[in-house]
């Protein structure tokens, strides 16, 4: 399917990314709305319905993504523009708690993935169909997955092999291949002994099978066999016997396949374990490193001067309070993962808070080349919370964005109201979250692989305190990434009355 190329839209997405100004991409991206191609308006409303989002209008990024939804044969985002636009409609139900409408639309983009399962690649069919399922509540269709991956594989002859665990056996039958399910063979048969044609309409002493009765994509005309095509019925019961054979090895399989997975899971554990107990090693490391060779340095009185003696006495200082911070850290994430973490909570104002927290982060990265850009308001933004629990979140999502911001090293804050809730964005042009790591981000100890690759230092519970302390206020926080583009975290806060 054609898709816009990016160039189109960087008006638009100058404004709403480096500029932040939103009203004016929405503007930008409306104009586009009227292009003849379909294909930009289909990347134009893409970016609407993100924007509204991102800006907490979510009815209006609704209609957008409906709009998306009435633009057939063209792709948006990498996907088709109707399976884009649902995605989009059944996001905000999820974040809205629309549960009822939540699976009305989520079945709605199962059928779109179904109807569109041709043109899309299996990796965006993957990326959608987990959602599809969970928002639908339905599972996912494993042997039509399992006969469409065999189809793609365009297998010849006669044989089997499994596919997404299904046991998938195909038979050539005059230039055409019948691709059959364990459960097809036993309902398309009515007897041991058959002869089977493609028909649309069955014969004289044959017994039609329509599409829907078997469960394959075409209608099949059964007749008994007789003495003269006795061996027309030997080799169709040759090929059940070979479809029941497959059937028992893929038991035995299955049983292998479930063995393994336990010790896969067992093993994933361990290496869990190991990966947690080499970052926090990792993290206490450093401290514990230049608090022993300053205290040998004054120790063995090597530091001479008053004022080289006090710069080794602020080093020691810094090293400390930065080991007490990850002792306590750890002992807060305890406590929050216990429920046992009390919080203070009392009437603050957070542009106050936001602004204290930025300047004192600045301090501390000045030496490292970081820019930090500020959006907050003069005015109060009041809120009930524990000043120093959402100290500490904002804190540990700009610290994120000094670490993960690449080359760009800058990186936004920005507060604003958001209906009744108070919405604080941290947003870097780092290096991303790949979509299929986005769902755990937030899951204590995980860390990307991006991370983890170029020994980027942390402990994996940063961001899980984060939600915990989020929700702990009644508030939420969301996650907005793509690979090289950047990150956007955003906290969501209840205002007060």
Same mark, same amino acid.
Request: avoid cysteine.
């Given at each position: 399917m054609p898709e816009a190329p990016a160039e189109v839209f960087s008006s638009g997405e100058q404004e709403e990314f480096r500029l &932040? =100004?939103? &009203?004016?991409a929405i503007a930008a991206y409306k104009k586009l709305t009227a292009s003849t191609s379909a294909a930009i308006r289909a990347g134009a409303w893409l970016r609407i319905a993100r924007t509204y989002r991102k800006l907490g209008m979510l009815e209006e990024a609704v209609q957008a993504g409906r709009q998306l939804c009435g633009i057939p044969d063209s792709a948006a985002g990498g996907a088709p523009a109707p399976v884009a636009g649902q995605w989009i409609i059944c996001l905000i139900c999820q974040e809205t708690r629309r549960l009822q409408q939540l699976k009305t639309e989520g079945e709605v983009l199962r059928r779109l993935l179904d109807s569109n399962r041709s043109v899309l690649s299996r990796d965006v069919y993957e990326a959608y169909a987990e959602d599809a399922s969970r928002w639908s509540g339905q599972p996912r269709p494993v042997v039509s997955e399992a006969l469409a991956d065999a189809a793609s594989s365009r297998p010849a002859g006669t044989g089997a092999a499994q596919f997404r665990g299904q046991w998938i056996t195909w038979i050539t039958v005059e230039n055409r291949t #019948? !691709? !059959?399910?364990? &459960?097809?063979? %036993?309902?398309? !048969?009515?007897?041991?002994? @058959?002869? #089977?044609r493609f028909a649309t309409q069955a014969a004289p002493g044959e017994s039609l099978r329509r599409a829907e009765e078997t469960g394959l994509p075409w209608s099949l005309a059964i007749?008994? $066999?007789?003495?003269?095509?006795? !061996? $027309?019925?030997? %080799? @169709?019961?040759?090929?059940?016997l070979v479809s029941l054979l497959a059937l028992v090895t893929a038991l035995g399989t299955g049983a292998s396949y479930l063995a393994w997975r336990l010790v896969q899971r067992e093993l994933a554990l361990t290496r869990m374990q190991s990966d947690i107990l080499a970052a926090v090693s990792h993290e206490f490391r450093t401290p514990l490193t230049s608090m022993r060779q300053i205290s040998a340095a004054l120790s063995e009185g090597r530091v001479s001067g008053d004022a080289r003696r006090q710069m080794y006495y602020d080093a020691l200082s810094r090293a400390t309070a930065r080991l007490h911070g990850l002792v306590e850290t750890l002992l807060d994430f305890s406590r929050m993962e216990s429920q046992a973490m009390p919080f203070r909570m009392e009437s603050i104002d957070l542009s106050a808070l936001t602004s204290r927290a930025v300047a004192d982060f600045e301090t501390e990265t000045a030496s490292g080349g970081f820019t930090l850009h500020t959006d907050v308001p003069s005015e109060e933004v009041a809120i009930t919370g524990d000043a120093e629990a959402l100290r500490r979140a904002l804190w540990n999502l700009m610290e994120n964005a000094f670490k993960y911001s690449g080359g760009s090293r800058e990186a936004w804050v920005r507060l604003f109201r958001n209906g009744k809730e108070a919405a604080l964005? @941290?947003?870097?042009? +780092?290096? +991303?979250?790949?979509?299929?790591?986005? =769902?755990?981000?937030? =899951?204590?100890?995980?860390? &990307? %692989?991006?991370?983890?690759?170029?020994? $980027?230092? +942390?402990?994996?519970? +940063?961001?899980?305190?984060?939600?915990?302390? @989020? =929700? %702990?206020h009644h508030g939420r926080v969301t996650l907005e990434s793509q690979p090289g583009a950047g990150s956007t975290f955003t906290m969501y806060l209840p205002l007060e009355d």
């Open positions: &932040g =100004r939103s &009203g004016e #019948v !691709l !059959l399910a364990p &459960g097809h063979a %036993a309902r398309m !048969l009515p007897s041991s002994a @058959v002869q #089977v007749a008994l $066999t007789d003495s003269q095509k006795e !061996l $027309t019925s030997f %080799a @169709v019961r040759r090929e059940l964005s @941290v947003i870097d042009r +780092g290096i +991303g979250i790949p979509r299929g790591e986005q =769902r755990d981000i937030f =899951r204590k100890f995980f860390r &990307g %692989a991006a991370a983890r690759e170029s020994n $980027t230092r +942390g402990s994996g519970i +940063g961001l899980s305190m984060v939600r915990h302390i @989020v =929700r %702990a």
